[in-house]
């Protein structure tokens, strides 16, 4: 007789450890049930690796799988795996029915990433036992210190468990008392325990594995002979002398009058099942672990490899019964000789957790790799060329994260991925795709849209403007729907450009402020409330206001009292700077009738590939940020933006998240944006380029500049979208990456400490001003003809010794050549953002980087105070800036109050400076005289004869 076949003779249930979706469907299951007598499959993220990981078969399922919708990388392996196990539990279906529920089980493992974790392991254990619905099914669930509690819950709402990872024989008796304390549960319950099955795991070659390594070693050590010969007897029995002594307590566990009450309801004793039955040590027989444990009521759960052997010389006899005596010698021996099966066991426990998280790390990996492919441009590409040196960090970088399973703790909100500061707090960004209220942002659309508003204005500040910014330059203007504008200035000629550039009477403003108590936002409201007022009428100008606020903010308060049309909440779990797609973000969004529903569904593409189960190796967001992290260690602190045409803005934006978040505590990244790329011989070795560009959107000029900078060394990633409407895959990208460069730096991503001290600086000068109707007096250091000169001691002293005499030339000599290798210099103007003023400020900037080889930043007041400010006062001190501040040729009242905007934008700038000096910083300011246009063209003058 077919030596497997024979088993059942003996009591014993032959099940395959071993699960793969051809296997099952072209009927080798089915023959191995019908020549074997094979009662059951068992399977676990090993086999699962193995099936899906390593070969196509996978490939047309998960397509498949993913036609019927995107889904996450978890969700779209147990959308195959369960499919494969109700397949494999169908064909067992006729065993099971055949002996009456008592076998032809399949087992599916819950996710070994839960192994530390009751509830978490009750829940997904819940929804597998749901989702496969099959009677057959065992969830398995590892029997470690968190799996007891679970397995006893699950089995008193009468799911069918198989316990794995079991090696010890304490352990195996809380296993036992788990299930029978479960049952009681159960039938207490009014539950039939005879539909409840249940069999504990108990590895077994793995313990031989580790105990005769130690043996091993002793057997090197020994000198006496005998002393080895003794030990050298132990090896190859532990294991199952383990078992055998597990089998007695069963017998015992399983008989007396507490288990017989439940028996004479029909309850079924949990059977023992031998698992890790392979032999690993090929000094062993074959089938050392099936001919050595075979016993009534067990299982014996074997690899086809050794399902072969056995069946080509296996011998039956009931081998789990003989010499007990003989077992328990060997364990008491192996306990004299020093070696602790107690500490091997609970070791093996860990180990195999771990070596199930490992394989499911691969599996998964796999699955994201498949699903990536599937999807092709329906995930944005991302191609990195960063050079050997930064490559091998962060492939070392990615197997740390890895290990540690550190994207799965950032989105388990567990700050020690960061500084174990607050940043758990600060974390709800992760999930505002996924919880976003469409259909509400569809409807208020639909009522702008009704409201034939010519124009939208968001009125507020660096995370409450940027991304709306991003989406009102992105997108063509929508039929229908207002031209949506921001203004983010407290500049005069600014905010007036902006009111002649709209209809008052037919435009709706957004007044966005996450705090509620930014001066810009305010201001910026004051003064167009009081605009639209007196346009419409004042009972009227509500209507036409809608307020983006934390809840119970100051601006809500006013918006409530001022009658607004609508207040929407922000998440006070997101940071203004991550939420573009959060309120903030679509608000503005729906307002200017961009699709939203369209945008969060590309956007979660992304999402789920930077998802908690996509190991970092695959993770999109997790790779940008450990380059960024790693080359910024490097020194490549650069981080230079170029955005193609459909999305110029987008660098704008990105310098906010990259700069407030990890430019603190004299380090972290330089944003660079706007500057156009340059021949290498431009370049230090600071910088790290991002190209962003829309597929279609191609400029041949760019691109052989891009190819010269990577063939010189430079690290380059580029990144393709497939159109605009992918613009929310890359906010979430870059918010992701941003997050995790801030671990790599070992910064609190999430806070802005420096940006306050400006606001508080500026406070001070303007409750001065309210008190005395001006601003504190300051002295020049110098006045020429075209601007007059400030700055602090320390700076004039440096600047003398560096030349600087009676003209501005000299100054602004003086100042650049404070620049070198590794430092950026930064022109900060306080003037109105015009295509006018751009363009000088660009032209400048290019001829500091070309002449002095450095990193350059062109930024407007008081907008970079809420962006890259905080990096510029609390980075790196790289810096060397050039403030830029000029007379207002007309100022502007801010109603209700004394200081106007003129004098706001005044003392932001004087804060902004004082705080960079007070630093230490390399800073120079310049206000200029006249009108602003010749006065900009003098500055440059000076500064090419400074360069020259
Ligand atoms: O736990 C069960 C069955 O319940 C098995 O699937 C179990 O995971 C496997 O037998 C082992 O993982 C195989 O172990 P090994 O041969 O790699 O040592
Ligand atoms: O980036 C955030 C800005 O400082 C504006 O803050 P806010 O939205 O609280 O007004």
């Given at each position: 007789?077919?030596?497997?076949?024979?088993?059942?003779?003996?009591?014993?249930?032959?099940?395959?450890?071993?699960?793969?979706?051809?296997?099952?469907?072209?009927?080798?299951?089915?023959?191995?049930?019908?020549?074997?007598?094979?009662?059951?499959?068992?399977?676990?993220?090993?086999?699962?690796?193995?099936?899906?990981?390593?070969?196509?078969?996978?490939?047309g399922?998960?397509?498949?799988?993913l036609?019927?919708g995107?889904?996450?990388?978890?969700?779209?392996?147990?959308?195959?795996?369960?499919?494969?196990?109700?397949?494999?539990?169908?064909?067992?279906?006729?065993?099971?029915e055949?002996?009456?529920?008592?076998?032809?089980?399949?087992?599916?493992?819950?996710?070994?990433?839960?192994?530390?974790?009751?509830?978490?392991?009750?829940?997904?254990?819940e929804?597998?036992w749901?989702?496969?619905?099959?009677?057959?099914?065992?969830?398995?669930?590892?029997?470690?210190?968190?799996?007891l509690?679970?397995?006893?819950?699950?089995?008193?709402?009468?799911?069918?468990?198989?316990?794995?990872?079991?090696?010890?024989?304490?352990?195996?008796?809380?296993?036992?008392?788990?299930?029978?304390?479960?049952?009681?549960?159960?039938?207490?319950?009014?539950?039939?325990?005879?539909?409840?099955?249940?069999?504990?795991?108990?590895?077994?070659?793995?313990?031989?594995?580790?105990?005769?390594?130690?043996?091993?070693?002793?057997i090197?050590?020994?000198?006496?002979?005998?002393?080895?010969?003794?030990?050298?007897?132990?090896?190859?029995?532990?294991?199952?002398?383990?078992?055998?002594?597990?089998?007695?307590?069963?017998k015992?566990?399983?008989?007396?009058?507490?288990?017989?009450?439940?028996?004479?309801?029909?309850?079924?004793?949990?059977?023992?099942?031998?698992?890790?039955?392979?032999?690993?040590?090929?000094?062993?027989?074959?089938?050392?672990?099936?001919?050595?444990?075979?016993?009534?009521?067990?299982?014996?759960?074997?690899?086809?490899?050794?399902?072969?052997?056995?069946?080509d010389?296996?011998?039956?006899?009931?081998?789990?019964?003989?010499?007990?005596?003989?077992?328990?010698?060997?364990?008491?021996?192996?306990?004299?000789?020093?070696?602790?099966?107690?500490?091997?066991?609970?070791?093996?426990?860990?180990d195999?957790?771990?070596?199930?998280?490992?394989?499911?790390?691969?599996?998964?990996?796999?699955?994201?790799?498949?699903?990536?492919?599937?999807?092709?441009?329906?995930?944005?590409?991302a191609?990195?060329?960063?050079?050997?040196?930064?490559?091998?960090?962060?492939?070392?970088?990615?197997e740390?994260?890895?290990?540690?399973?550190?994207?799965?703790?950032?989105?388990?909100?567990?700050?020690?991925?960061?500084?174990?500061?607050?940043?758990?707090?600060?974390?709800?960004?992760?999930?505002?795709?996924?919880?976003?209220?469409?259909?509400?942002?569809?409807?208020?659309?639909?009522?702008?849209k009704?409201?034939?508003?010519?124009?939208a204005?968001?009125?507020?500040?660096?995370?409450?403007s940027?991304?709306?910014?991003?989406?009102?330059?992105?997108?063509?203007?929508?039929?229908?729907f207002?031209?949506?504008?921001?203004?983010?200035?407290?500049?005069?000629?600014?905010?007036?450009?902006?009111?002649?550039?709209?209809?008052?009477?037919?435009?709706?403003?957004?007044?966005?402020?996450?705090?509620?108590?930014?001066?810009?936002?305010?201001?910026?409201?004051?003064?167009?409330?009081?605009?639209?007022?007196?346009?419409?009428?004042?009972?009227?100008?509500?209507?036409?206001?809608?307020?983006?606020?934390?809840?119970?903010?100051?601006?809500?308060?006013?918006?409530?009292?001022?009658g607004?049309?609508?207040?929407?909440?922000?998440?006070?779990?997101?940071?203004?700077?991550?939420?573009?797609?959060?309120?903030?973000?679509?608000?503005?969004?729906?307002?200017?009738?961009?699709?939203?529903?369209?945008?969060?569904?590309?956007?979660l593409?992304?999402?789920?590939?930077c998802?908690?189960?996509?190991?970092?190796?695959?993770?999109?967001?997790?790779?940008?940020?450990?380059?960024?992290?790693?080359?910024?260690?490097?020194?490549?602190?650069?981080?230079?933006?170029?955005?193609?045409?459909?999305?110029?803005?987008?660098?704008?934006?990105?310098e906010?998240?990259?700069?407030?978040?990890?430019?603190?505590?004299?380090?972290?990244?330089?944003?660079?944006?706007?500057?156009?790329?340059?021949?290498?011989?431009?370049?230090?070795?600071?910088?790290?380029?991002?190209d962003?560009?829309?597929?279609?959107?191609?400029?041949?000029?760019?691109?052989?500049?891009?190819?010269?900078?990577?063939?010189?060394?430079?690290?380059?990633?580029?990144?393709?979208?497939?159109?605009?409407?992918h613009?929310?895959?890359?906010?979430?990208?870059?918010e992701?990456?941003?997050?995790?460069?801030?671990?790599?730096?070992?910064i609190?991503?999430?806070?802005?400490?420096?940006?306050?001290?400006?606001?508080?600086?500026?406070?001070?000068?303007?409750?001065?001003?309210?008190?005395?109707?001006?601003?504190?007096?300051?002295?020049?250091?110098?006045?020429?003809?075209?601007?007059?000169?400030?700055?602090?001691?320390?700076?004039?002293d440096?600047?003398?010794?560096?030349?600087?005499?009676?003209?501005?030339?000299?100054?602004?000599?003086?100042?650049l050549?404070?620049?070198?290798?590794?430092?950026?210099?930064?022109?900060?103007?306080?003037?109105?953002?015009?295509?006018?003023?751009?363009?000088?400020?660009?032209?400048?900037?290019?001829?500091?980087?070309?002449?002095?080889?450095?990193?350059?930043?062109?930024?407007?007041?008081?907008?970079?105070?809420?962006?890259?400010?905080?990096?510029?006062?609390?980075?790196?001190?790289?810096?060397?800036?050039?403030?830029?501040?000029?007379?207002?040729?007309k100022?502007?009242?801010?109603?209700?109050?004394?200081?106007?905007?003129?004098?706001?934008?005044?003392?932001q700038?004087?804060?902004?400076?004082?705080?960079?000096?007070?630093?230490?910083?390399?800073?120079?300011?310049?206000?200029?005289?006249?009108?602003?246009?010749?006065?900009?063209?003098?500055?440059?003058a000076?500064?090419?004869?400074?360069?020259?």
């Amino acid at each position: 007789m077919n030596p497997v076949k024979a088993l059942e003779n003996h009591g014993q249930a032959v099940w395959l450890d071993f699960l793969a979706r051809g296997f099952v469907a072209k009927g080798d299951l089915k023959a191995l049930i019908d020549s074997d007598g094979v009662k059951g499959v068992t399977s676990n993220p090993a086999i699962f690796e193995k099936a899906i990981g390593s070969s196509d078969e996978y490939d047309g399922p998960i397509g498949q799988a993913l036609k019927k919708g995107d889904r996450s990388v978890a969700d779209l392996f147990e959308a195959v795996a369960i499919e494969d196990i109700q397949h494999a539990a169908d064909v067992l279906r006729p065993v099971y029915e055949h002996l009456k529920g008592d076998d032809g089980f399949v087992s599916l493992e819950v996710s070994p990433y839960l192994a530390m974790d009751t509830k978490g392991t009750i829940a997904e254990a819940e929804r597998l036992w749901k989702d496969v619905k099959r009677k057959n099914l065992m969830v398995k669930v590892p029997a470690t210190p968190e799996g007891l509690p679970a397995i006893k819950h699950l089995i008193g709402e009468g799911i069918s468990i198989n316990i794995t990872l079991l090696f010890s024989q304490a352990v195996y008796r809380e296993v036992a008392e788990a299930y029978i304390a479960g049952l009681e549960k159960y039938v207490a319950k009014g539950g039939d325990p005879s539909h409840v099955a249940s069999v504990a795991s108990f590895f077994v070659s793995r313990i031989d594995s580790s105990v005769d390594k130690q043996l091993d070693e002793k057997i090197a050590k020994a000198n006496d002979p005998s002393e080895k010969e003794r030990l050298s007897a132990l090896k190859g029995k532990v294991a199952i002398a383990n078992a055998k002594m597990a089998y007695q307590d069963y017998k015992r566990l399983f008989a007396g009058p507490r288990w017989e009450k439940l028996a004479a309801k029909g309850a079924k004793p949990q059977r023992l099942l031998w698992a890790s039955t392979g032999t690993k040590n090929k000094d062993y027989s074959d089938v050392l672990y099936v001919a050595e444990l075979i016993g009534p009521n067990t299982v014996n759960t074997v690899p086809p490899a050794t399902l072969d052997a056995f069946r080509d010389h296996g011998k039956t006899r009931n081998s789990l019964e003989e010499n007990i005596d003989d077992a328990r010698r060997v364990l008491e021996d192996l306990d004299k000789s020093g070696i602790s099966l107690d500490a091997i066991t609970t070791e093996l426990v860990k180990d195999g957790v771990k070596q199930f998280a490992d394989a499911a790390d691969k599996l998964y990996g796999a699955v994201a790799h498949k699903r990536a492919a599937s999807l092709g441009g329906g995930i944005d590409g991302a191609h990195f060329a960063l050079g050997d040196g930064i490559k091998k960090a962060v492939e070392k970088s990615t197997e740390d994260w890895r290990a540690h399973a550190k994207i799965r703790r950032l989105w388990h909100k567990d700050k020690s991925v960061w500084s174990n500061d607050d940043e758990n707090k600060w974390l709800g960004w992760l999930n505002s795709p996924a919880t976003a209220d469409v259909a509400d942002y569809e409807d208020f659309s639909r009522r702008v849209k009704g409201q034939n508003f010519s124009d939208a204005v968001v009125l507020g500040m660096g995370g409450s403007s940027l991304g709306p910014e991003v989406l009102a330059q992105t997108f063509p203007r929508k039929s229908g729907f207002p031209k949506l504008h921001v203004l983010d200035s407290t500049d005069p000629a600014q905010v007036r450009a902006m009111e002649t550039s709209v209809d008052l009477a037919h435009t709706l403003f957004i007044v966005s402020s996450k705090s509620g108590g930014t001066t810009e936002p305010n201001v910026m409201k004051d003064y167009f409330f009081d605009r639209v007022a007196k346009t419409i009428g004042k009972d009227k100008a509500g209507h036409r206001f809608i307020a983006v606020t934390d809840p119970g903010s100051s601006l809500e308060k006013v918006a409530t009292k001022q009658g607004f049309a609508r207040i929407f909440h922000g998440d006070p779990s997101i940071g203004g700077r991550y939420s573009v797609l959060s309120p903030f973000g679509l608000v503005p969004a729906a307002a200017a009738g961009i699709d939203v529903k369209s945008l969060i569904k590309h956007t979660l593409a992304m999402v789920r590939s930077c998802g908690a189960d996509v190991p970092p190796q695959e993770n999109p967001g997790v790779q940008l940020g450990l380059a960024l992290g790693l080359a910024g260690l490097e020194g490549r602190d650069k981080v230079t933006i170029s955005s193609s045409k459909k999305i110029a803005d987008f660098g704008a934006w990105a310098e906010q998240l990259i700069a407030e978040s990890t430019g603190k505590d004299g380090k972290g990244l330089i944003p660079i944006d706007g500057e156009p790329l340059g021949t290498p011989e431009t370049y230090g070795n600071d910088r790290f380029f991002i190209d962003i560009r829309v597929e279609g959107d191609d400029d041949a000029s760019h691109d052989g500049r891009l190819a010269a900078l990577e063939a010189a060394g430079h690290p380059v990633v580029r990144i393709v979208l497939k159109s605009i409407d992918h613009i929310g895959q890359e906010f979430f990208r870059f918010e992701m990456a941003t997050a995790v460069a801030g671990a790599v730096l070992g910064i609190n991503p999430f806070n802005q400490p420096d940006v306050e001290a400006a606001k508080i600086k500026t406070r001070e000068l303007t409750s001065a001003f309210e008190k005395t109707g001006k601003l504190p007096a300051e002295t020049p250091v110098i006045s020429t003809a075209e601007a007059d000169l400030y700055t602090d001691d320390a700076n004039v002293d440096a600047l003398r010794k560096a030349g600087a005499n009676g003209s501005l030339g000299s100054w602004i000599k003086a100042h650049l050549s404070r620049s070198g290798s590794g430092d950026y210099v930064a022109l900060l103007a306080y003037i109105a953002r015009d295509p006018g003023s751009i363009g000088s400020l660009q032209k400048m900037r290019l001829a500091v980087r070309d002449e002095r080889h450095v990193a350059t930043c062109a930024e407007f007041g008081p907008r970079f105070l809420h962006s890259t400010g905080q990096a510029y006062k609390g980075g790196p001190d790289s810096g060397v800036f050039l403030q830029i501040t000029a007379d207002d040729a007309k100022d502007l009242k801010v109603p209700g109050q004394k200081a106007s905007f003129g004098i706001i934008k005044a003392a932001q700038a004087r804060g902004d400076f004082d705080v960079l000096t007070e630093r230490g910083r390399r800073a120079l300011r310049v206000h200029l005289k006249g009108e602003i246009g010749p006065a900009l063209a003098a500055l440059d003058a000076a500064i090419s004869e400074a360069l020259n």
